[in-house]
């Protein structure tokens, strides 16, 4: 009796978890683990975290209705060769033979490509990018990755760089980026950064005023602060908190602006962790974006919230099994 293929499972590698799931040829996600991806702990380390991830998601179906396994990955990913080259917040990782790897151990057909861009084509296909053909794709989380969808396909550039949003520099002398360079939009709204200049900022409060409402969200524990957090207390009125989100969304608008202006677009949609902050949040992306581009632009720019949430990157990552 003929089996009938039924699912790809998609692995969304990011710096702090990896997800993988199985999701079905319509873009419904079945199955969804999460395991940590040790990225501190080397190449070897993380290929094994994969294997596992996917062994474990595999285990949830049954393996010969699997169309096969596509991997999204941070970093440059060449497509010829399954290779992904100097990863952000990967210790020790310069070139590694990824589907190289994971063809060994499982026999099946397998897919790379960057995390970022499997983001957009999910979004692209299935999501609120579904109506418009040409739009910028930036994940916002860990990090800030970006994708660019053109006439609704994924443009990869020459050497498959393309939609590096996060490493458009906002001041040439600013704050030192993970990649080596300064000033770069990541390092300043990165989850990271964010967690970290909350936690500055509210340790410089005088006693004398009154606390922030994040400090009762994470009942005084201000290691445990997250963007989450930071958008709940901004919902429940937090000026702190506001001031912070604000500042987020004016200086990506900044690089936002530089990016439009060289591709020509109009539509950006943002997706990732950091993507379910309030609505004012994207209102100040945009104003901060269309104050800063070319005069023919301003009309038409729009910023979206992606529809898909954190499982695009996973729905993108199947997507190029399909």
């Given at each position: 009796?003929?089996?009938?293929?039924?699912?790809?499972?998609?692995?969304?590698?990011?710096?702090?978890?990896?997800?993988?799931?199985?999701?079905?040829p319509k873009g419904a996600i079945l199955e969804q683990i999460s395991v940590p991806t040790r990225a501190d702990k080397g190449p070897r380390v993380v290929l094994t975290q994969l294997v596992y991830a996917i062994r474990e998601i595999l285990a949830k179906q049954k393996p010969?209705?699997?169309?096969?396994?596509?991997?999204?990955?941070?970093?440059?990913?060449?497509?010829?060769?399954?290779?992904?080259?100097?990863?952000?917040?990967?210790?020790?990782?310069?070139?590694?033979?990824?589907?190289?790897?994971?063809?060994?151990?499982?026999?099946?057909?397998?897919?790379?490509?960057?995390?970022?861009?499997?983001?957009?084509?999910?979004?692209?296909?299935?999501?609120?990018?579904?109506?418009?053909?040409?739009?910028?794709?930036?994940?916002?989380?860990?990090?800030?990755?970006?994708?660019?969808?053109?006439?609704?396909?994924?443009?990869?550039?020459?050497?498959?760089?393309?939609?590096?949003?996060?490493?458009?520099?906002?001041?040439?002398?600013?704050?030192?980026?993970?990649?080596?360079?300064?000033?770069?939009?990541?390092?300043?709204?990165?989850?990271?950064?964010?967690?970290?200049?909350?936690?500055?900022?509210?340790?410089?409060?005088?006693?004398?005023?009154?606390?922030?409402?994040?400090?009762?969200?994470?009942?005084?524990?201000?290691?445990?602060?997250?963007?989450?957090?930071?958008?709940?207390?901004?919902?429940?009125?937090?000026?702190?908190?506001?001031?912070?989100?604000?500042?987020?969304?004016?200086?990506?608008?900044?690089?936002?602006?530089?990016?439009?202006?060289?591709?020509?677009?109009?539509?950006?949609?943002?997706?990732?962790?950091?993507?379910?902050?309030?609505?004012?949040?994207?209102?100040?992306?945009?104003?901060?974006?269309?104050?800063?581009?070319?005069?023919?632009?301003?009309?038409?720019?729009?910023?979206?919230?992606?529809?898909?949430?954190?499982?695009?990157?996973?729905?993108?990552?199947?997507?190029?099994?399909?």
């Open positions: 009796m003929k089996l009938t293929k039924k699912y790809a499972i998609g692995v969304d590698m990011g710096a702090t978890s990896i997800k993988a799931g199985t999701v079905s010969a209705e699997c169309f096969g396994i596509g991997i999204g990955a941070p970093g440059i990913v060449v497509i010829e060769d399954g290779s992904v080259h100097n990863p952000p917040n990967f210790s020790d990782w310069s070139e590694v033979q990824v589907t190289k790897q994971i063809r060994k151990t499982f026999p099946m057909p397998v897919f790379i490509e960057n995390d970022a861009n499997c983001a957009a084509i999910a979004e692209a296909r299935y999501g609120v990018g579904a109506d418009h053909k040409d739009f910028l794709f930036v994940i916002w989380g860990t990090g800030v990755g970006g994708g660019i969808i053109m006439d609704r396909e994924i443009y990869r550039g020459p050497h498959g760089g393309a939609g590096e949003i996060g490493h458009v520099s906002v001041d040439y002398n600013g704050r030192l980026c993970n990649c080596g360079n300064r000033g770069c939009v990541e390092a300043y709204i990165g989850q990271r950064y964010l967690s970290t200049r909350t936690r500055e900022i509210l340790e410089s409060i005088p006693e004398d005023e009154p606390p922030s409402k994040i400090v009762g969200l994470v009942n005084g524990n201000l290691q445990k602060i997250e963007p989450a957090i930071i958008s709940q207390a901004a919902e429940m009125g937090d000026p702190k908190a506001f001031e912070i989100l604000r500042e987020a969304g004016e200086l990506l608008g900044y690089a936002l602006a530089s990016a439009v202006n060289i591709l020509d677009l109009r539509i950006v949609v943002i997706g990732g962790g950091i993507s379910a902050a309030p609505d004012f949040v994207f209102e100040t992306i945009e104003n901060s974006l269309r104050a800063r581009v070319l005069a023919p632009h301003k009309k038409g720019v729009r910023v979206l919230r992606a529809k898909l949430g954190n499982p695009a990157g996973i729905i993108g990552a199947a997507s190029l099994v399909f």
